[in-house]
């Protein structure tokens, strides 16, 4: 059976380099299914979930702004936070977004409010990932 080799790369580190079966990801206009042999297609990723299948197990990943490159056997993620689900941190992720959340009352400029908006959206997207888990 066919694979796709997927790559998720922040500014610090990769965070995921795996073959796997198939891929959802969080695309600009929706939520995007890759499988093996897919179209090349380079397009921009929301906030949200990266999942990826291997052999009936399932990886999950959560997300910030980025782009995606994919090609009939590997799909390139270059986004500004990726978290592995198991390494997501609860408390860490509600403690970041209450104070986002603080600073966005204060009066900011723009470049600090896009700042502390994208930090409120990377806390948010863990705390969704994390939250859907447990239950």
Do not use: C, W, Y
């Not at 206009?29 to 052999?55: D, K, N, S, W, Y």
């Not at 403690?95 to 603080?102: D, G, L, M």
């Amino acid at each position: 059976m066919a694979t796709l080799k997927l790559e998720i790369v922040t500014p610090e580190a990769r965070i995921f380099s795996e073959d796997v079966d198939m891929v959802t990801l969080p695309g600009s206009e929706g939520e995007m299914g890759i499988f093996p042999m897919h179209i090349p297609l380079m397009t921009q990723i929301v906030h949200g979930e990266v999942l990826a299948r291997r052999g009936g197990q399932d990886f999950l990943v959560a997300v910030g702004e980025g782009f995606v490159e994919i090609t009939a056997d590997r799909v390139a993620i270059l986004t500004d936070m990726a978290i592995k689900a198991d390494d997501i941190d609860e408390i860490r992720a509600e403690e970041a977004r209450k104070r986002a959340e603080a600073r966005l009352a204060e009066k900011l400029g723009d470049e600090e409010q896009a700042a502390v908006q994208s930090a409120l959206m990377h806390s948010l997207t863990q705390l969704n990932l994390k939250r859907r888990l447990r239950h």
